[in-house]
């Protein structure tokens, strides 16, 4: 028996989000984005696992996002371990990685694996149905989780299941992949459930089968937690065995080739969230059908969805549209093609065109900083520095910068001095200068910055002292 007695979650934080672009970008993709209420998806699902049930989180994300996990865990209070991978491999040795972790610290503890950006809109259900499916993992099995289909959608992978035992789980029959529409329907009639991507089991149980079928899979995640190292507080997978690791989906690795596999049928409000069209579905809607996000108004027009970071953004008889602004991207499709959305931003991507990676908005491990207006020889940025925070000390070859601050208070270093302004007072750097910024306050910093120069790049920092060891 594990020594906790508890369930661990694992939630696997990575991917590019791309059907969601241009909202969704790849420096900020959408498990990070308050698409349905306040939280983000990633805080929803921590929010999820925080009864006594379970234990802290574990989360297995990239090196990339690493201070953005922080930073929302930190927002919610919540305390947990973060795993990062050196490379992409995907679902499988994430996975393997995680359950390694914790079988290595808690010996046939429970894992819960979660996906970081799915939705949930009933929270007891969701509970109960891990409570179902816990009687089951324990003895042994692999459980997953079924979700009982509403209409017959051509997205997502199928489940069909044996008989069930008294708490309703099954030995899943098999796994098909996703279907056409008269295919979906036919299953839905037939009591195939959706394959939601949750997982149920016992940490030890999962290693020895796994490695039953992917032996390698298994000893590159061992070895990449028994080489792995602490940096700031965050678990670095050791890179050269990490590396070893198949490139395999869980599914393939383990799930559709496994005798232990077993499915719980649970209704809690389940989606994906992987098109504009799922958002939509899921959000409030108007008498005439619009779902609206940010300052948006619509005559005359039915069954649309609308999201605005900004600009007031007005629809005139229009149906059955999707409209995403951003300050620097603008997406208009019409609700039933929204799956289309990845092929446009693979296209945008191949063409190495800015706004699909990243946006004018650029998280740090210390706030954010947000492009606000770009010349040929001036920049002017917004930055955000959180409490206690700071900048690293560096200096610029190519520009020379002036900073106004608009809130908080900023200790600036300036070569050999050190200057303190408050709100309405500004500071000159100079080209070349040694300089850092600080927020000493209780309060966010944020200061409006003038760069001029021949070259604006954020390539052109030479850092001299970064707690956060960056280059």
């Known amino acids: 028996m594990p020594a906790t007695g508890k ?14 672009w241009p909202a969704s970008r790849e420096s900020f993709p959408k498990q990070f984005i308050a698409l349905l209420g306040e939280r983000s998806m990633f805080q929803q699902t921590l929010g999820r696992v925080a009864g006594p049930a379970f234990g802290p989180p574990v989360i297995v994300t990239h090196s990339d996002f690493r201070f953005l996990v922080a930073s929302q865990m930190l927002q919610l209070g919540v305390a947990g371990d973060i795993l990062l991978e050196p490379t992409r491999r995907d679902s499988g040795p994430a996975i393997a990685a995680a359950a390694a972790f914790v079988e290595a610290r808690d010996p046939g503890a429970m894992v819960l694996v979660l996906p970081s950006d799915h939705l949930v809109m009933d929270g007891a259900a969701f509970s109960a149905a891990i409570d179902r499916g816990s009687g089951a993992a324990g003895a042994g099995r692999i459980v997953t989780f079924g ?19 008294a708490d309703g789980v099954s030995p899943v029959a098999r796994f098909v992949e996703k279907p056409d529409a008269g295919t979906a329907a036919r299953y839905i009639g037939e009591g195939f459930l959706w394959n939601s991507g949750m997982f149920l089991f016992r940490a030890d149980v999962f290693l020895a089968e796994l490695g039953r079928f992917e032996p390698d899979m298994v000893a590159a995640a061992q070895g990449a937690v028994s080489g792995s190292t602490i940096d700031l507080g965050f678990v670095r997978l050791a890179e050269e065995a990490f590396g070893q690791a198949p490139k395999k989906s869980i599914d393939y690795a383990l799930m559709e080739r496994t005798g232990l596999a077993s499915v719980a049928p649970a209704s809690f409000g389940w989606s994906d969230v992987g098109t504009w069209a799922s958002v939509w579905k899921a959000s409030p809607k108007d008498e005439a059908g619009n779902a609206t996000s940010g300052t948006a108004a619509l005559f005359d027009s039915r069954d649309c969805y609308v999201q605005t970071s900004g600009p007031l953004t007005a629809l005139i008889g229009m149906e059955d549209v999707v409209v995403i602004v951003e300050d620097d991207a603008v997406l208009v499709t019409k609700r039933d093609r929204a799956e289309q959305v990845k092929t446009a931003f693979e296209s945008l991507k191949a063409g ?8 004018r908005r650029m998280y740090r491990p210390w706030g954010y900083y947000q492009t606000l207006d770009l010349g040929e020889r001036f920049q002017v940025k917004r930055i955000l520095v959180d409490p206690g925070q700071k900048l690293s000390l560096q200096s610029h070859h190519h520009r020379a910068e002036h900073w106004v601050v608009v809130q908080g208070t900023a200790l600036v270093t300036r070569d050999k001095e050190e200057v303190l302004l ?12 040694v300089h850092r910024l600080v927020n000493p306050g209780k309060i966010p910093l944020e200061i409006i910055e003038v760069q001029s120069g021949a070259y604006l790049g954020e390539d052109d920092i030479v850092r001299y002292e970064d707690v956060y060891n960056r280059g």
């Open 7 to 20: 369930i661990t979650p694992v939630i696997i934080c990575g991917g590019a989000g791309s059907r969601l």
């Open 352 to 359: 190495a065109h800015p706004s699909v990676s990243s946006s």
């Open 422 to 433: 408050r709100e309405n007072e500004s500071i000159y750097l100079p080209l070349g200068c």
């Open 147 to 165: 979700m009982v289909p509403d209409h017959p959608a051509t997205g997502y992978g199928y489940i069909q299941p044996g008989p069930a035992d």
